[in-house]
């Protein structure tokens, strides 16, 4: 008998402790799952098509065929994001749409954006031009307006007016210039030519103290020190402003360079230096 109300004591005991962890996993599940959101509350964009054709005619419209639905019906198209990323091909690229419920809940789908007749940038200036220092403020309207500069955004649509450019100064009047262009649909192009420019040319510079050095390996380089003069005839020291990319070892003796370069505040000019350094020990 004694042996029974044990065995009976035990089975009391565990369906008290089964009870016991169901009541306390029944109190979890209401804490935490009210918290997780359900498909139903998330917002649903909705695509006339997976595939948005364009051919340059008039402007893009990337929300064209585009509409939202929040988790109560409720229109939510206003509140899309719709933004060219920069995934895909030449003439399949990548839109992506995103947008958000009252509950911080996101949605995001892809679309595919197909360019009809379309070539990428194109860009095209005259080399070895002459120049004056007086042109430079208008140099891309000038070079337009002369025939020596040509630019479409990959549609025969003239953007001449966004083509950017940067000269560095390679000797006395002698100039080694970039144009670059960067149309709306994310794609880049550039020439680089040279140019020679007369007058009283304003230009920034950069030099250092020394052009090479040799230091004991294992010791402290500081490469922002062996800078000279880094100056803008507009902004004054531009000291601060220096880029420096350093390729010194410290721990492993050998030949080594530190590259600086420099920027105009209107990027429209770029100095380069190079320090070289013997690592030696």
């Known amino acids: 008998m004694k042996k029974w109300w044990i065995i009976m004591s035990g089975i009391g005991i565990l369906c008290c402790a089964a009870m016991f962890l169901l009541w306390l996993y029944a109190g979890w599940q209401e804490e935490n799952m009210g918290t997780v959101y359900s498909v139903a509350s998330a917002a649903e964009i909705q695509l006339d098509s997976e595939v948005l054709e364009y051919d340059g005619s008039g402007t893009l419209n990337l929300m064209e065929g585009v509409q939202a639905v929040g988790p109560e019906g409720e229109d939510l198209t206003e509140r899309v994001q719709a933004i060219l990323t920069g995934d895909g091909t030449l003439l399949e690229k990548q839109i992506r749409y995103s947008v958000f419920t009252e509950e911080g809940r996101e949605t995001t789908v892809t679309r595919t954006l197909k360019m009809v007749g379309y070539t990428g940038p194109q860009l095209s200036v005259e080399d070895g031009l002459v120049l004056e220092a007086e042109d430079l403020p208008d140099l891309i309207q000038i070079l337009t307006e002369q025939g020596d500069l040509t630019a479409d955004n990959g549609f025969g649509q003239n953007v001449a007016n966004e083509v950017s450019y940067t000269r560095e100064k390679l000797g006395e009047g002698q100039y080694e210039v970039e144009f670059k262009l960067q149309n709306e649909y994310l794609d880049e192009t550039s020439q680089t030519v040279e140019m020679w420019i007369t007058g009283d040319v304003q230009d920034i510079e950069l030099t250092l103290s020394q052009n090479s050095i040799q230091i004991a390996a294992n010791t402290e380089f500081y490469p922002q020190d062996w800078i000279?003069?880094?100056?803008?005839?507009?902004?004054?020291?531009?000291?601060?402003?220096?880029?420096?990319?350093?390729?010194?070892?410290?721990?492993?003796?050998?030949?080594?360079s530190v590259i600086y370069t420099l920027y105009s505040y209107d990027h429209t000019q770029k100095a380069e230096a190079v320090l070289r350094v013997e690592v030696v020990g």
């Open 228 to 256: 000279e003069t880094a100056h803008d005839p507009v902004h004054g020291d531009m000291t601060s402003q220096v880029q420096i990319e350093n390729r010194v070892n410290l721990s492993q003796a050998g030949q080594y």
